[in-house]
């Protein structure tokens, strides 16, 4: 028989795919499943095989692998980062995902990552300001208007209950675009003209510009008592956004210390600067917010957990849509053993 | 515009386009075009940017990647080993590869490797042997007749003038089906009931076992002066076939060292055991055969940048052909800055 068995067939989901499940499930919903899926596996973090990604650096950007398992599925993203690509028309950050069986090594699922790694960072930051924002918070500021930045806005409208957003960006048709994308979904828009405008009364401050260098987005005078930081711009070696003077003063939350030390904006500070990793907020053994005059600071990189909770997700949402195509991966002969036969018997064919 | 861009497709060559591609060129034209290419990338080793492969161990087996980039295009391999998938009925080893350039991060081919690992493990083998085997040998033996073995023979003769094999394995049903598939392409084909009848008179051995085990496939008494053994089974931490003594009396050569030493038949012996690099005999810098009654073994792992030039090899081979199809894998709005537009918009259309 020359047909592919089943085994020979991964499920595949190509950008147009994505966009239509998305749309299926809706956007919001869709944050706050993925955040619920993300904080699950926040909860089990012991429990998961961790290394720093392996990256590949180049003049222009790097391409990195990001590997995790939690003993019974393996995930990793292929991801690349190239500040300049924008300026060719290309986009920044492209990436792509792989699920598989641990006990055979088979993949069970295939995917486009980039749209989702937008959805999956936007919902992590939403699911850490759900534990570390000032109660009541309604109002964010969201600074650097790029690719990142209306899920920023609907993961936290959906996710911890904002209402309104005020926007800026050193480039104002960013800001116009975001505006543009924003008005018409409910959220209360404001377009600001510096740093300072944007997070006046904003009890979340979400700094995501784009720029590769060593920049202050934000100044320890700008910064009062009682916010919330989500700071997830800078998040590779010589790439910052927030002043050391903020990071003394706030209470600091990571990821993966081993890996947001090199990559975070905490690269600025010595080796022991202290900071709270948020599996331990999450399942009680460290405290997040303890005061309403607390300044919080999430230091977001992006951690290969977060990818594989995404995997997992898509995974379990395509049951029964038709989001996923079949694509023969797997060479898998009726005898495993038999693998030229098979190459032989399809010459005949 | 609802199209995707240009940019957002990636040619995809699944295993029944690889098996129409490799029948195209011809299976024996395939493994001596793809000796050629791994060839010419030994010989600008030093220019690879290496690292060991990133392996997630688990009971039953091994989750890998394997990347490596040349400075211009950047290729990964995932790939799986897990010895006890045949009693299921399942391949041993599958995996996929995925190629991109390196300005821009952008992926240009992704790819079924399970065939193509198979074909460039034979082609680097028989690669390997045109410069080591003793000149005018014209049979071979092949102890382990699992789905390397046909692949193997084939580049055997296609590239080192190869005209009678030799099978032994200790399952007599894998013997058959070696046999079976050989018999037909023009070889001289003898089955065998032990090891020793099958290595009378083969100037290259080529041992290809599968148990992961210490195991002794060939011992010292067994092998003469003037043979070049092709120890490729042997290729993980736990798993070889090679008795120290013969490794002590032969030459041996290696991929690269700091990967064979934890993963080949050399993981056997003290950390300073002697092994020349076959890059260095590539290149004329290091002494490959220089009698007839010497003893070369080549203990072959499978190196990260063999994958790399099959990967090259099916890239430049695909233009022109029907075997590949376009994915719509990237995410690739108009204006770079726009993703959540481009999400929106696919919702209206």
């Known amino acids: ?49 961790k290394t720093p990604r392996l990256a590949s650096h180049s003049r222009d950007g ?56 937008a959805l999956r960072t936007a919902a992590t930051s939403a699911m850490v300001a759900r534990h570390l924002a000032p109660k009541g918070t309604r109002t964010m500021a969201l600074i650097g208007n790029g690719a990142q930045a209306e ?99 706030a209470d600091v939350f990571v990821e993966y210390p081993p890996q947001t030390r090199i990559e975070g904006d905490i690269q600025q500070m010595p080796a022991d600067f202290p900071v709270v990793e948020m599996w331990e907020v999450i399942t009680g053994k460290a405290k997040g917010r303890v005061s309403d005059r607390q300044l919080t600071l999430f230091d977001g990189v992006g951690f290969a957990i977060e990818d594989f909770s995404a995997l997992r997700y898509v995974r379990d949402r395509l049951v029964g849509t038709d989001c996923a195509e079949l694509l023969d991966m797997i060479a898998d002969p009726d005898d495993p053993r038999d693998l030229f036969g098979m190459l032989q018997r399809a010459r005949a064919a």
Request: a negative charge; hydrophobic letters at 40%.
């Open 62 to 117: 790097v391409i990195e692998l990001m590997p995790t398992s939690d003993g019974e599925v393996y995930g990793f993203k292929y991801v690349n980062g190239h500040p300049k690509n924008t300026r060719e028309g290309l986009q920044t950050v492209t990436a792509l995902g792989l699920l598989a069986e641990v006990a055979t090594g088979y993949p069970v699922l295939f995917t486009e990552m980039t749209l989702l790694t």
């Open 1 to 49: 028989m020359l047909e592919p068995s089943p085994q020979a067939f991964v499920p595949f989901v190509s950008v147009e795919n994505m966009m239509r499940l998305v749309h299926q499930i809706g956007v919001e919903t869709a944050l706050k499943e993925l955040a619920d899926y993300i904080e699950a596996d926040f909860r089990r973090w012991e429990l998961f095989d």
């Open 151 to 249: 899920f920023q806005a609907m993961a936290m409208r959906a996710i911890c209950g904002i209402e309104a957003v005020r926007l800026y960006d050193i480039d104002p048709a960013a800001t116009r675009k975001a505006h543009r994308n924003l008005a018409p979904l409910g959220l209360e828009v404001t377009s600001c003209r510096t740093a300072e405008e944007a997070i006046e009364g904003a009890g979340i401050i979400t700094t995501c510009t784009a720029d590769k260098q060593y920049a202050t987005i934000l100044t320890d005078n700008m910064i009062g008592a009682g916010v919330h930081i989500n700071a997830i711009g800078g998040d590779c070696p010589g790439k910052t956004e927030i002043h050391p003077d903020i990071l003394c003063r």
